[in-house]
């Protein structure tokens, strides 16, 4: 399962910093003087990232003092550059100060900003203040984001699952990938994977749940199994990464359920695709948080490489 540690989130926050300036400045059409065009400003802008990347904030923060007064045409743009340089300093009061001078605080660009001082905020260990902001951010739009944060609003549901689970907050975590497949216009790679993941999340929790006074399964795990089973089952129609991965993981499932034969069946049926799938599947991208995409279905223990029914339950974990 693919957790993320406090400190991937302070570099995550690029592509919130690049959201933020997309939505302040993208005008409807690019003016004659748009200073996005200067190629000195673009330079200068790289330096500063380039300061940062090297653990120069301050140094950084001294560039950026001298760019905001060479080019004062380009405040918009900067303004966003500005935020996250604070921010990158862990002066939060001050970032909290330049987010509510916007005048629109539910403007999506405003949006944006609050999302990356969150993320900058977990990276801190602030964990309360950064959940807070992100809960905020699904209340406000409620599983309908307008045009301009359609894309962001899956990758924002997506970290903020990866949050609850570095905290160990799996019922959380499991409400949250299950709202976030509920979303209409989810890609298709970023579905599957955040539907592996859910479905493996499920299993892990059913794992844990202890058995009646007798000995018997409790409601509770097989209600976990069962939602499971369903969601994996769904990835089976179409063969990539997430089917071998959903076969093993199906077997897993009927191995818990105590049907190890039924576990061996589902491996032997699969095997062929398995194999083909192992062969096409080296070079491909990633999903919407660098998880593994581009790796065979089992890609360190091949639920393949035997027929038995150990080795396949070893592929799924």
């Avoid at 002066?91 to 949006?111: G, S």
């Avoid at 990539?240 to 499932?253: Q, S």
């Avoid at 049907?259 to 032997?268: C, G, L, M, S, Y």
Wanted: with cysteine; proline share 7%; net charge neutral.
């Amino acid at each position: 399962m693919f957790h993320t540690p406090p400190q991937r989130f302070a570099r995550g926050a690029a592509a919130s910093a690049a959201l933020c300036c997309a939505l302040a400045t993208a005008p409807a059409a690019a003016a004659p003087q748009d200073p996005r065009q200067d190629p000195a400003l673009r330079v200068e802008l790289q330096y500063i990232e380039a300061l940062n990347a090297a653990g120069m904030p301050d140094f950084a923060d001294l560039v950026l003092k001298d760019v905001q007064a060479r080019w004062p045409e380009a405040k918009a743009l900067l303004k966003t550059k500005a935020l996250e340089q604070v921010l990158s300093l862990g002066r939060f009061d001050e970032a909290e100060k330049i987010i509510r001078a916007e005048k629109d605080q539910d403007a999506p660009e405003t949006w944006a900003m609050k999302l990356l001082s969150a993320d900058y905020r977990f990276s801190r260990g602030q964990y309360p203040e950064a959940l807070g902001a992100y809960q905020a951010f699904f209340k406000k739009y409620a599983g309908k984001p307008p045009a301009a944060l359609v894309s962001a609003y899956a990758q924002n549901y997506y970290k903020f699952v990866q949050m609850l689970l570095f905290l160990h907050r799996e019922a959380e975590a499991a409400a949250a990938y299950e709202a976030m497949l509920k979303l209409p216009d989810l890609e298709n790679e970023t579905r599957r994977q955040a539907q592996f993941e859910w479905a493996q999340l499920l299993v892990k929790m059913a794992e844990d749940v202890k058995p009646d006074k007798n000995g018997k399964p409790t409601k509770e795990r097989t209600d976990k199994l069962d939602k499971a089973d369903k969601a994996v089952q769904a990835l089976l129609w179409e063969q990539d990464l997430w089917f071998g991965r959903g076969v093993a993981l199906l077997a897993h499932i009927r191995a818990l359920r105590g049907k190890p034969e039924e576990a061996r069946d589902i491996v032997n049926t699969y095997m062929e695709q398995l194999l083909s799938i192992d062969r096409q599947l080296p070079g491909q991208g990633q999903g919407p948080g660098g998880g593994p995409q581009g790796l065979s279905p089992a890609p360190a223990k091949p639920v393949y490489c035997t027929l038995t029914f150990t080795s396949c339950v070893r592929a799924s974990s």
